[in-house]
């Protein structure tokens, strides 16, 4: 990877990958895009340019003028906000995601997009989901999830593009809220937590989904990127997670440091919904075998940190 080109990069994710990748690649060598500019480190200290993904020329004018030799594809609307929009949903994750691998393909570039613990449906094992299982989801989230799946495994085997991928779970993060997804509640909780002692739950008390700390979502795909090709048997997407939790474990681990959080409930149907047709903890096995995937955060130690930085930030 010399040259990275990010999409979505004012994104939660986007924000800390880029920050992560110009600290070991070299400022110069990652050029961060997305639809909007912002006050952020992302845009004042390093390139940038402005890039409507659904735009296949202008993406293709900025790879060639910045040279690139990868390409990050994170620009999409996530679950709740898809649900609500299908079409618009469609446009941006599918048309958008076809343009990112048609400019890696006519470039011969590296890959990777996320996929998403969306990607599985109600018809799905619910516990340890395994790698390679049914995947039947009836979100358009869900729905873009797998086909764009499929579309990276066709790009890998027809075009020789290489693609890779994770199904990441909900990322917890203090740098960039995010917004318009299922496991936000999540996020939420932690600075509601410190602002007001309390937080209202759209989702039930009792609905586990993983979840899994920023600092390693970006180890997971640095790391992937890096792996050796000829060990990665599955092109997309490796099931990664760092833990399965509920509402009520978040206000536990939060207690712990405030005791006086509390928790109550307001359940959005919509958003639970969404939630109750995805697993309740998936397995990550493959990708240990296969890259050597691992966590430093858990439940614990995630809280701890995430409440030291949210403390910072909201000083
Ligand atoms: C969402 O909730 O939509 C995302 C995801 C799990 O893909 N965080």
Not at 198 to 209: C, D, L
Request: glycine share 6%.
């Amino acid at each position: 990877m010399n040259k990275i080109l990010l999409t979505g990069s004012l994104g939660q994710i986007g924000s800390e990958l880029t920050m992560a990748l110009r600290q070991r690649y070299g400022t110069d060598n990652v050029i961060a895009t997305d639809i909007r500019r912002a006050d952020h480190p992302v845009v004042t200290d390093g390139p940038f340019e402005t890039l409507d993904v659904t735009d296949v020329e202008a993406m293709q004018d900025v790879a060639d003028r910045y040279d690139v030799d990868t390409i990050i594809h994170l620009a999409a609307l996530l679950s709740a906000k898809a649900e609500n929009n299908p079409q618009l949903a469609w446009n941006l994750n599918m048309n958008g995601l076809m343009n990112a691998l048609e400019v890696a393909r006519v470039r011969g570039a590296k890959f990777f997009t996320p996929s998403s613990i969306g990607a599985f449906g109600p018809s799905t094992p619910k516990k340890q989901t395994p790698q390679l299982t049914l995947q039947r989801p009836n979100t358009m989230y869900g729905v873009n999830k797998v086909a764009g799946e499929l579309l990276c495994d066709y790009y890998f085997e027809r075009f020789g593009v290489d693609t890779r991928s994770v199904r990441f779970p909900g990322l917890i993060s203090y740098d960039t809220e995010p917004g318009g997804g299922t496991t936000d509640y999540a996020v939420e909780m932690y600075y509601e937590a410190l602002k007001q002692g309390h937080y209202t739950s759209y989702i039930a008390e009792g609905t586990y989904m993983d979840m899994m700390y920023m600092p390693d979502a970006v180890k997971a795909i640095i790391d992937l990127m890096e792996a050796d090709p000829s060990r990665l048997k599955h092109r997309n997407a490796y099931n990664v997670t760092a833990m399965s939790a509920a509402p009520e474990d978040f206000a536990r681990a939060i207690q712990k440091h405030l005791p006086d959080f509390t928790l109550d409930y307001d359940v959005d149907q919509a958003r639970q919904a969404i939630a109750d047709s995805w697993p309740d903890s998936i397995d990550a096995t493959t990708a240990k075998d296969e890259w050597d995937f691992s966590i430093d955060y858990d439940l614990d130690n995630m809280t701890e940190d995430m409440l030291t930085q949210l403390k910072q930030k909201l000083a």
